[in-house]
């Protein structure tokens, strides 16, 4: 099983980024999906998570509720972040994880999850 993360980059404040997490050897039906990052020096957060049920529940931390957008794509076995409004303090490397689900509400825990891909730099500068 194989999770990547891409669309990362460089970008000024108040700019947008959409980042996408495709997997290999497994579906992400029947998961849940979970994004993390990751600032130098800082600890692994949890930023945002979606449950793979028909009701789609969502979770967001406080610093990036109403500027991020969680989603997934069931046919093309892909979910994405799209980050808005972006800030210097979003910056960190990102990462997104998956596990089966196992009740009805993803956490942000990173923790809780057991299979992670690679990360992809987000960088917010002017």
């Known amino acids: 099983v194989q999770l990547q993360a891409s669309g990362g980059g460089l970008v000024q404040p108040g700019g947008s980024l959409r980042l996408s997490c495709t997997a290999v050897?497994?579906?992400?039906?029947?998961?849940?999906i979970g994004w993390f990052r990751q600032a130098p020096g800082k600890e692994r957060e949890g930023v945002s998570c979606?449950?793979?049920?028909?009701?789609?529940?969502?979770e967001y931390a406080n610093s990036v509720k109403g500027r991020f957008t969680i989603s997934q794509d069931k046919p093309k076995n892909a979910a994405y972040l799209q980050m808005d409004r972006l800030k210097p303090e979003d910056t960190g490397v990102y990462y997104c994880?998956?596990?089966?689900?196992?009740?009805?509400?993803?956490?942000?825990?990173?923790?809780?999850?057991?299979?992670w891909g690679e990360g992809t730099q987000v960088t917010v500068s002017s």
């Open positions: 979606i449950s793979s049920h028909s009701d789609g529940y969502t």
């Open positions: 050897g497994t579906t992400m039906d029947y998961h849940f």
């Open positions: 994880a998956i596990v089966p689900v196992y009740g009805r509400s993803c956490a942000l825990v990173p923790r809780a999850y057991d299979t």
